[in-house]
């Protein structure tokens, strides 16, 4: 079982920056790919970014590229989403999953966390 819990969502103007966190709690936490998605209003929830077990592979979409950055800190339990250059288009609730195997599915993964609202305005 694991437990994740997001924070570090908020209100940023366009061009700015925010880091997302999302806390671990359970075993073997360490073994598990994390990913990030987020879901805006009326549209289903996407991809954004994964990392692997001991952070070795890093994967994003397209539309986040160049932009967002997904680490992770075992010794920490904790895993970040840095995002720059932010857009209105990235507004959305993020939310950090884990599963046992890389995927850009939501399907893939076992646990979410709860999601941290993300809004991008002037």
């Known amino acids: 079982q694991v437990q994740l819990v997001e924070s570090g969502g908020g209100l940023v103007q366009p061009g700015g920056s925010l880091r997302l966190s999302c806390a671990a709690s359970g075993r073997a936490f360490s073994k598990y790919v994390i990913g990030w998605f987020r879901q805006a209003p009326g549209k289903e929830r996407e991809f954004v970014a994964a990392?692997?077990?001991?952070?070795?592979?890093?994967y994003y979409a397209d539309s986040v590229k160049g932009r967002f950055t997904i680490s992770r800190d075992d010794a920490k339990n904790t895993m970040y989403l840095q995002m720059d250059s932010l857009k209105p288009d990235d507004t959305a609730v993020y939310y950090c999953?884990?599963?046992?195997?890389?995927?850009?599915?939501?399907?893939?993964?076992?646990?979410w966390g709860q999601g941290t609202q993300v809004t991008v305005s002037s």
């Open positions: 999953a884990a599963s046992l195997q890389i995927s850009r599915s939501p399907s893939r993964y076992d646990y």
């Open positions: 990392i692997s077990w001991r952070g070795g592979t890093t």
